[in-house]
């Protein structure tokens, strides 16, 4: 086994086709093979736009910005990675051509070049080369994973293939494996899987220089040997090197699925690494002693303004499922518009045959007098609620202008005017005009107060969560809730982290990101509790 840091090994995954069809998933899966035979795994994400990372794009366009512990907000894959992999990943392990593009500019303001004409080949090439290789040092791993965004025949992929081409020829054959992932689609009318797209993938693939040595089908429904040997004919790969990958129930068990096929062991066999007889225990007790003995069903809403793509929640709804699990029972999602909310009234009683409301994260106005209702509709009703960040937020704000009479009471994010300014601008936002990476991001202690349901979730008075916001609640105005039932219940310096109202079943605000850090084997203690409470409403104790 390789010593970490030297020589580390890389596996490259392209996707080909089409988008959408799951590299993420079988980044890790491969990354979980791996790792079950005793090997170290990190993982680097390429992705081919122009921006410096996700923080600036809309959900509803690109999935959720996942924020990481030393605050990058990154693309929603590295949610992925962390939940699976159980690794916790840096900000310097995404890769976009905005940063490449960037970085060469002020190479070249700066005259490092000493005058040279500057080129995508061969400068802007070193410098993701030097990007990977940098991260693979300062952060050793005996496999580097390296997903490239976007599909084969993208214009702008190509400086990312080339650069894999250069790494192929530069380093020894068994420190370089790439696995191409690609759609063989099963039209109804015919009733049998068509392969000339992997083909064509391959083909065109091979014109960039670069052979894959390992190729993942995915399909809706199981693709047969005869396909797959066929695809391994014309693609010149070995039988053994071509795994089928149709859709499964759930997402953990694609590992599995493809191991069974010998990939673990194949992809060992590349890379020149000990094979091993995989442990697989501790993914085969989560299946079989939680996903595979559910019992019942918890429904949660979820009030938002993203609704139209849910991989805009993608971490608030993964963490939904990692609570269900260990509680034991199944987590349906709801996920309801809240604008919807504002125009009609009576479209809040989509809420009534729910057992737990959960209002997530946001920015701006648009849908937020949705939200202020659905937590009204919560608090009062008696039903298990949990807010996130501005959730959180909002959750006070309905509080002061509904319990305090302070009917004015708002953020001034959404209303600068307001004579009630509980949720407020941080003081050192306040001179800031760039948008992009500029919030209070990434993991800060919070120190919890005994006592409460949030201490006793955790197990402890100290925590580290992660942050993704500009507003905070008002310590000026914190004192106006000292007697009223709401208690704030966890504090970074002066500033509120957490809050609770006693004589509710569960109603909790958080304004840190705890799903940021939920995996199936460690499920956030606020989601549990929200799940909990759900469970005991519905079910009694």
Known sequence: ??????????????????????????????????????????????????????????????????????????????????????????????????????????????????????????????????????????????????????????????????????????????????????????????????????????????????????????SDVPVPQKA????????????????????????????????????????????????????????????????EKLSGKVVIGVPGKYTTLLDSYISVNEALKHAGWSQGVEVELIHIDTETIERDEDSIHQLDHVDGILVPGGFGDRGTEGKIRSIRYAREKGIPFLGICLGFQLAIVEYARSVLGKPDAHSTEINQSTSYPIIDILPEQKQITDKGGTMRLGAYDVTLLPGTIIAELYGTLEIKERHRHRYEVNPDLISDFSSSGLTFTGFWNELAESMEVKGHPFFMGTQFHPEFKSTPWKPSPPYVGLIAACKARKYGN
């Not at 494996?177 to 015919?190: D, E, M, N, Q």
């Not at 010998?262 to 590349?270: H, N």
């Open 228 to 291: 797959l040997s066929k695809i391994a004919n014309f693609c010149d790969v070995p039988e053994e090197a071509v795994y089928d990958l149709p859709d499964l129930e759930n997402v953990l068990y694609a590992p599995r699925k493809l191991d069974s096929q010998g990939l673990g062991d194949y992809v060992c066999q590349a890379l020149n690494l000990p094979e091993v007889e995989p442990d697989w225990s501790a993914l085969d007790k989560l299946l079989q002693e939680n996903l």
């Open 1 to 218: 086994m390789p010593e970490s840091g030297k020589n580390s090994k890389y596996v490259f995954i392209l996707g080909s086709v089409l988008s959408g069809l799951g590299k993420g998933i079988v980044t890790v899966s491969i990354g979980k093979n791996l790792e079950a035979r005793g090997l170290s795994v990190q993982v680097i994400k390429i992705d081919p736009y122009l921006n410096l990372d996700a923080g600036t794009m809309n959900p509803t366009e690109h999935g959720e910005c996942f924020v990481t512990e030393d605050g990058g907000e990154l693309d929603v894959d590295f949610g992925h990675y962390e939940r699976f992999l159980g690794i916790q990943v840096s900000k310097h392990q995404n890769i976009t051509t905005g940063q490449v593009y960037n970085s060469v500019i002020q190479k070249e303001r700066r005259g490092d070049y000493l005058g040279q004409t500057v080129q995508v080949v061969p400068h802007v090439i070193d410098e993701i080369l030097r990007r990977i290789e940098d991260r693979a040092e300062n952060n050793p791993a005996d496999v580097y994973l390296i997903e490239v965004g976007g599909t084969i025949g993208d214009i702008e992929s190509f400086p990312f293939l080339e650069a894999l081409r250069q790494m192929q020829r530069n380093h020894p054959a068994v420190d370089v494996c790439t696995v191409l992932l690609t759609y063989v689609p099963f039209p109804k009318h015919l009733q049998e899987h068509k392969t000339k797209p992997a083909q064509h993938s391959v083909r065109e693939l091979r014109a960039s220089g670069i052979f894959p040595n390992m190729i993942v089908c995915r």
